[in-house]
Structure formats: structure tokens, C-alpha cells
């Protein structure tokens, strides 16, 4: 990951600030949430709403709208500077290069790289980098906060997240092992690619353009099939992931609404640990998936570190 490391260097400012940015959106969220417990409170008690009370919610939603626009706009702009540079690296070795070490280049090997490498590698700092530190700060912000709202409630609901990381992690290495065998059969087409264009002239002489063309339909079936294992193995994964994560959920219906019948609880904190069980138990259900697609990531990237120059 030390390319990665590099590239958040040359662009420390504005990594920091998309940083900033969903912090300043979860610590929004969490007073909205507060604002609106101490709503719910006030209605189930049949108290009537003054104004201000309504004019004040509707700032802190307005609030939230204008720092959701902030951080999703600061996010994408860092993620495609830091893209730019990476493909700019790219480019800055090649030009580097003698003519002589130029003519020893493997066409076809640099070409997976730039179709496959590269191309995943932006794919995730421009869909997932930032959203994952965005949902790793929510976690962690969400269950100290409810920590501090109601301790016995909070730990009693998310003792099974433990459980629940555990699977995590180890179906997210199924998952990205098999993610890239599917990525290592798919260099193979473009080494195959390469080859049939240097041996055309040998191809066209000996008349064997069908055996190469067999051959190169064999190893598309064989990444077809090979990429459908990989889905399905990640559609079964993410679908266990998604029921161990309804498990807090059912909790605060069941432990809370008991503590709210008892009044140890009222109601509009109840609704607070509803409306903000997503942000760990929804969190769960994703990150088989976001640890599968790091991993790969930084396979991609340790291959790219020796062709990029920042």
C-alpha cells in the first residue's frame, strides 16, 4: 500500500478535508437525531410543538442537505485528482524509459495493466476509498455516541456485531480470492492478444489462425465462468452477511421496547437506536464486500508501484 500512501501524501490537504468532511456529516446526523428523539419525546407525551422547535429541524435538515452536497463534492474531486495521478505515474515512467528498455517491454503485459490495474484501481478510489472511511467513522462515531446515550442498551444490542465480524472476515477473503483468479484470467486474454498480433506473420503462414482463435475462446469461456463463480460466491456471502445483520435490529425492538414498557426508556431514544442501527449494523452487511474489493485494490496497487513514478 505504499503507493497508495504516496498519493494521499502528494494530495494530503485535500484527503484531509473529504476526512473532515464526513466527519462534520455524522456529527450533523447525530444532532439531527437527538433533535428529533427530543421531538418524539415531546409528541408521545401529547405535548404540542412550539414553532421554534419545528424552524429549528428544519435548519439542522437544511444543514445537513448543504454538508452532504460538501462532502460528496470534496470526495469526488480528491478521488479523481488522486486518479489523475496515478494514470499521470503511469504515464511519467514510460517516459522515463531508455529506447532500449523500451524495445524489452511486454506489450501485452502493460496493457493489462492499463486495462485491468489502473482501470480497477480507479474504479475503487472513485467508488468506494472514501465512502469506506466515511462508513468507518459513522461506525465508530455512532456506537460511542450510543454509548453514551444508553450504555446497557447499546451493548446488549451490538454484542452480536462481534459474531458478526468474525464471518466478516473470512468470507471477504473467500471473496477476494476469488476475485482474483477472476482478474488472473483476464490478463491471460490480453497476454493471448498480444501474442496473436507479435505471431501474425508465423499465424497467416501456417494457416493456424483457427487453433489460435480456439484457443483464445477457450480461455474468454474459462474468465466467463470464472467471474459468474465469483459473483455467486459473493451473492451467497452478502446474502448471510445481510440476515447476521438484521440480528441487532430485532434486539432493539425486542430489548428496548421492554425497557420502554418499564419505563427505563423512553421513546424517542428508542427511535434514536432505530434510525441509527444502519449505521452499524448496515455497515456490517456491506463490508464483506468493502474488505474483498480493498484487498484486491492493494494487490493492485503493489503491482502498479513499480511502474508509477509520483
Not at 59 to 76: E, P, R
Not at 252 to 262: E, H, K, P, Q
Amino acid at each position: 500500500m505504499t503507493l497508495l500512501v504516496k498519493l494521499i501524501q502528494k494530495r494530503l490537504l485535500l484527503s484531509f478535508a473529504a476526512v473532515c468532511a464526513s466527519a462534520l456529516l455524522v456529527a450533523v446526523m447525530l444532532w439531527w437525531n437527538a433533535v428529533l428523539g427530543g421531538i418524539v419525546n415531546d409528541i408521545s407525551v401529547g405535548r404540542t410543538l412550539p414553532i421554534y422547535m419545528i424552524s429549528y429541524a428544519s435548519v439542522i435538515m437544511l444543514v445537513m442537505c448543504a454538508v452532504n452536497f460538501l462532502k460528496t463534492y470534496i470526495s469526488g474531486y480528491v478521488c479523481e485528482v488522486l486518479t489523475h495521478d496515478l494514470r499521470m505515474g503511469y504515464a511519467r515512467h514510460f517516459s522515463a524509459l531508455s529506447f532500449s528498455e523500451i524495445e524489452k517491454l511486454n506489450a501485452g503485459e502493460q496493457l493489462s495493466k492499463l486495462q485491468n490495474e489502473i482501470a480497477e484501481v480507479s474504479n475503487y478510489i472513485n467508488g468506494n476509498l472514501f465512502q469506506l472511511v466515511n462508513d468507518c467513522i459513522t461506525f465508530l462515531a455512532t456506537i460511542m455516541w450510543l454509548l453514551v446515550i444508553n450504555a446497557r442498551l447499546t451493548l446488549t444490542v451490538n454484542l452480536p456485531v462481534f459474531v458478526i465480524m468474525i464471518y466478516v472476515f473470512y468470507s471477504s477473503k473467500i471473496i477476494s480470492t476469488a476475485t482474483e483468479h477472476s482478474q488472473q484470467t483476464r490478463g491471460q486474454i490480453n497476454k493471448h492478444a498480444d501474442m496473436m498480433l507479435v505471431l501474425l506473420p508465423i499465424i497467416r503462414l501456417y494457416d493456424a489462425a483457427r487453433m489460435m482463435a480456439a484457443n483464445y475462446r477457450k480461455e474468454v469461456d474459462e474468465w466467463k465462468n470464472q467471474t459468474v463463480r465469483t459473483e455467486r460466491t459473493r451473492a451467497r456471502l452478502m446474502s448471510l452477511s445481510g440476515l447476521l445483520s438484521s440480528i441487532p435490529l430485532m434486539l432493539i425492538f425486542l430489548v428496548g421496547g421492554n425497557m420502554v414498557a418499564s419505563d427505563v426508556l423512553t421513546l424517542g431514544t428508542l427511535y434514536i437506536f432505530l434510525n441509527l442501527s444502519g449505521g452499524v449494523s448496515g455497515v456490517m452487511m456491506n463490508m464483506p464486500g468493502f474488505i474483498a474489493s480493498f484487498r484486491q485494490f492493494s494487490i493492485n496497487m503493489k503491482r502498479l508501484a513499480p511502474v508509477v513514478i509520483l
